[in-house]
T-cell receptor, first 111, second 110 residues
Framework: KAGVTQTPRYLIKTRGQQVTLSCSPISGHRSVSWYQQTPGQGLQFLFEYFSETQRNKGNFPGRFSGRQFSNSRSEMNVSTLELGDSALYLC??????????FGPGTRLTVT | EDQVTQSPEALRLQEGESSSLNCSYTVSGLRGLFWYRQDPGKGPEFLFTLYSAGEEKEKERLKATLTKKESFLHITAPKPEDSATYLCAVQISGNTPLVFGKGTRLSVIA
């Protein structure tokens, strides 16, 4: 069974720009969660989508948004990028939100 | 506030030197506790799920145990390829998001 895939793997953006990251979950998984990982803060939960509905949301500003499509693929968008948004963005999929399987991540660098 | 604390932050072992990593949690009801391994620049790799106190899971040189307030990841006779960051996460009842600890960075020296 193919694992979770994320595109792109690396991204360099300038402050003020926006970015869209994509995640394809494991086939059959309906839950997709997004996390931001930085050396200082560790893994921080952004949001979770289940069957195209946002089921949980973390404590991030409104510049961070996401959506899920009918095929369970998910995207997250960050608008008006700040230097502090530089991080590894991880997507994880699960059947019901319990055991989560992570993708390789997208390394975002904001200059 | 629900919290997950992992200790030590970093651990350096000689090859073959067994040890344990700790994950303590303060949550109001545990649905599951999860262990992950993360290599630099990669996504976390799922290792174990534990649901109730007294439960144990094993995989190769790793064994995870769970009590009412903490979990241990025991590493027996580690090898250099076991070097990684080990993350612990908990989920409380319902469809709530996982809460992760900061991880333990393990280095195994040949």
């Amino acid at each position: 069974k193919a694992g979770v895939t994320q595109t792109p793997r690396y991204l360099i953006k300038t402050r003020g720009q926006q970015v869209t990251l994509s995640c394809s979950p494991i086939s059959g998984h309906r839950s997709v969660s997004w996390y931001q990982q930085t050396p200082g803060q560790g893994l921080q939960f952004l949001f979770e989508y289940f069957s195209e509905t946002q089921r949980n949301k973390g404590n991030f500003p409104g510049r961070f948004s996401g959506r899920q499509f009918s095929n369970s693929r998910s995207e997250m968008n960050v608008s008006t990028l700040e230097l502090g948004d530089s991080a590894l963005y991880l997507c994880a999929s699960s059947l019901q939100g319990l055991e989560q399987y992570f993708g390789p991540g997208t390394r975002l660098t904001v200059t | 506030e629900d919290q997950v604390t992992q200790s030590p932050e970093a651990l350096r072992l000689q090859e073959g030197e067994s040890s344990s990593l700790n994950c303590s949690y303060t949550v109001s009801g545990l649905r599951g506790l999860f262990w992950y391994r993360q290599d630099p620049g990669k996504g976390p790799e799922f290792l174990f799920t534990l649901y109730s106190a007294g439960e144990e899971k094993e995989k190769e040189r790793l064994k995870a145990t769970l009590t009412k307030k903490e979990s241990f990841l025991h590493i027996t006779a580690p090898k250099p390829e076991d070097s990684a960051t080990y993350l612990c996460a908990v989920q409380i009842s319902g469809n709530t998001p996982l809460v992760f600890g900061k991880g333990t960075r393990l280095s195994v020296i040949a």
